[in-house]
């Protein structure tokens, strides 16, 4: 049998950050579902449909291929055969994602994708529904959080770095936008699981995160 972590939280809560180095030291699989809705953004608005536009995203749904592999435990995320994981890493197509992640037949899809790839291995999946709506019977579920002013000082960090120009109060913005957007949509909104952990991050950093991580799976496991 299988192992599932799963694990939710808003936008730059350092989800991904911590799920990796998590996989890393536990052996599991870690399974980036904002990368396939990241694609699935890419797709569509490349080809001017709107998230608005239902009838042919519910067309373009039947023929687009996202997929994503692995090559030494990095994910990679494949879009029609292209491999697109660099190109998806943009503030744009973030934003882009959370606003196609609004329909439907998107979150279908890429839904049934996720419950297939669970059942391969160990595996810790995050993402906004990952508790509530892909994996209900995961081993262990984590709500991970942090303040707004905390997320928006670490992404700042993280573009700055990347070489990327904005200013701390645009990246706020967005990811207040996002937040909001995440929590009031009607299909699969963000939000806690009944029975998921709460781990606050505002005053923790990465390696603390994981370990708080490592300790709740090894006393669930346990349990
Ligand atoms: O890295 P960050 O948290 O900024 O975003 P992400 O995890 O790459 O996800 C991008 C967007 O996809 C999110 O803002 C959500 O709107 C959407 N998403 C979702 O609806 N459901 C998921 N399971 C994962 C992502």
Not at 49 to 68: A, L, N
Not at 123 to 140: E, K, S, Y
Not at 200 to 214: P, V, W, Y
Request: one cysteine or more.
């Amino acid at each position: 049998m299988s192992y599932n972590v799963a694990i939710d939280g808003p936008a730059g809560a350092g989800k991904s950050t911590i799920a990796k180095l998590f996989a890393k030291e536990m052996g599991f699989i870690y399974v980036d579902t904002g990368a396939m809705y990241r694609a699935m953004g890419l797709y569509f608005h490349g080809k001017g449909i709107t998230p608005q536009d239902i009838d042919k995203i519910k067309e373009g749904c039947k023929t687009v291929d996202v997929s994503i592999s692995y090559e030494n435990g990095k994910q990679l995320v494949w879009l029609n055969g292209e491999d697109v994981s660099k190109k998806i890493r943009t503030e744009e197509i973030g934003g882009l994602a959370s606003s196609y992640a609004v329909v439907p037949q998107i979150r279908e899809k890429l839904v049934e994708l996720q419950q297939k790839l669970a059942t391969t291995a160990d595996i810790v999946m995050d993402g906004r529904d990952i508790g509530t709506v892909v994996l209900p019977n995961a081993d262990l579920k984590v709500y991970l959080t942090a303040s707004v002013k905390e997320r928006a000082k670490r992404r700042y960090k993280e573009l700055i770095d990347k070489g990327m120009q904005v200013t701390i109060e645009e990246i706020e913005e967005d990811i207040r936008g996002r937040d909001y957007r995440d929590m009031n949509r009607e299909v699969s909104p963000l939000k806690q699981a009944d029975d998921a952990v709460v781990l606050d991050t505002s005053f923790m950093n990465i390696e603390e995160a994981a370990k708080a991580l490592k300790e709740l799976f090894e006393q669930r496991k346990d349990a």
